[in-house]
């Protein structure tokens, strides 16, 4: 079965830094990767997804950018942190026919 | 536009106690529909998982229901435990590659 990594678990970013999350998947391949970030007491937003190497979708129009670099890597990206950015950012993948997403551990960011 | 909606938002009940946990869903195509518990500040794991073409799931102590036509799962959770408390997630998985989720609902097991 697949595990999925992502690091760092947690982050504090001054405004204005750049940020890189990244996620890489174990047990699989060609997976359907996406980010998820959920902000304080609120649900999951999907953020990007991406069904192949260098294809890339945006769902929410931000200050946020994602790539793939790899089959199995997940890179997520910021040039310059807002405040509104903080949260937490998981990454997940479907692989296989039944279209059962799977998660891992996430990344805890705090722009202050 | 998929929505997911998630009824109640939070939940107290005595341990022992049966409960169910609702979530309806506004568009009938989807290719799956997933239960998810989350712990504070940890990551989601998948309860179970119920395919379009099934009626209902079965894990332990927990069964999830769906009924694509009218849009509607629910999670049923026998004899609760207080290591049942966490936030129950529903999530479809539509035809665009896409699982769109609900708000969850906050369950607290008293012991």
């Known amino acids: 079965s697949q595990t999925i990594h992502q690091w760092p678990a947690t982050l504090v970013q001054p405004v204005g830094s750049p940020l890189s999350l990244e996620c890489t998947v174990e047990?699989?391949?060609?997976?359907?990767l996406y980010w998820y970030r959920q902000a304080a007491g609120r649900g999951l937003q999907l953020l990007f997804y991406?069904?192949?190497?260098?294809?890339i979708s945006s769902e929410v129009p931000q200050n946020l950018s994602a790539s793939r670099p790899q089959d199995r890597q997940f890179i997520l990206s910021s040039k310059k942190l807002l405040l509104s950015d903080s949260g937490f950012y998981l990454c997940?993948?479907?692989?296989?026919?039944?279209?059962?997403?799977?998660f891992g551990e996430g990344s805890r960011l705090t722009v202050l | 536009k998929q929505e997911v909606t998630q009824i109640p938002a939070a939940l107290s009940v005595p341990e022992g106690e049966n409960l169910v946990l609702n979530c309806s869903f506004t568009?009938?195509?989807?290719?799956?529909l997933q239960w998810f518990r989350q712990d504070p500040g940890k990551g989601l794991t998948s309860l179970l998982l119920?395919?379009?073409?099934?009626r209902e799931q079965t894990s332990g102590r927990l069964n999830a229901s769906l009924d694509k036509s009218s849009g509607r799962s629910t999670l049923y959770i026998a004899a609760s435990q207080p290591g049942d408390s966490a936030t129950y997630l529903c999530?479809?998985?539509?035809?665009?590659?896409?699982?769109?989720f609900g708000a969850g609902t906050r369950l607290f097991v008293k012991a």
């Open positions: 997940a993948c479907i692989a296989g026919s039944t279209g059962e997403l799977f």
């Open positions: 999530a479809v998985l539509t035809g665009g590659f896409k699982t769109i």
């Open positions: 568009d009938s195509a989807i290719y799956n």
């Open positions: 047990g699989t391949s060609n997976p359907n």
């Open positions: 991406s069904v192949g190497i260098g294809q």
């Open positions: 119920i395919q379009s073409s099934q």
